[in-house]
């Protein structure tokens, strides 16, 4: 069962995927205008999303059982790369496997050090201390056959790994519980309309777009702006 955290970003994921898809749609659409003497004086059809409210039901399921770091490390990996990673080259899946459970004791180290400082909360002193290990498991992940990276950010999966290692390492200190969620409309229909939690969310597009300028060294300088 999914955690909320996980379904609400995946439904927000979705939204993104579909507005790649009409901006590849575009594209096509641009090239065909193109070629043609009549329709390429037209301006090109191109959709944005403006806001997109949800109310989405939802029940408790209970906590979620705690993982050792080689299982959410390779869980996490799994959810970010997603199909970049193929799992059934199983020589490069059973490295990373035994990569994982050598990181393992570093991890525990750093675990207890955190513990004996007997702080309420994560510090940013300690998240430091956990820094390294998301740098360490992505270099080994570059390394791998099975990772293809076509769809993956190298960034944004660092970021994905180092946001799980600090989530998992807070559920240790703070004793933080994660709730599983029922989210099929089969399971949800059994239920007394009583145990039903609805959140309501407004998605809103705010586009970035690239940008090129000159610096004073006479440099060209790429960079993300928003729209």
Known sequence: MPKLREYLGGIVSEIAEARKMTDLQTVQ???EYAQDNLL???SIPRMKVG?????IPFATAGKSPKMIFRDFIYDEI???AKTDYDPSDIKSDQS????????EPAYLDLLIKIKEENTPTLTLDQIEYLAPIPKIIVEFCKSLSNFSWKYTNPDIFHKSISN?????????????EDQEII???SKLMELDVKCLIFAKMSVSEAGMEWSRYEDINGNIVETLIPE
């Open 40 to 42: 390429k004086h037209f």
């Open 29 to 31: 659409m641009a090239k």
């Open 164 to 176: 799980r290692v600090i989530l998992e390492t807070k559920k240790v200190v703070e004793k933080i």
């Open 51 to 55: 806001t997109v409210d949800l109310t």
């Open 96 to 103: 990373l496997k035994d990569f994982l459970i050598k990181q």
């Open 78 to 80: 799994i959810q970010a």
């Open 183 to 185: 989210v099929e409309a």
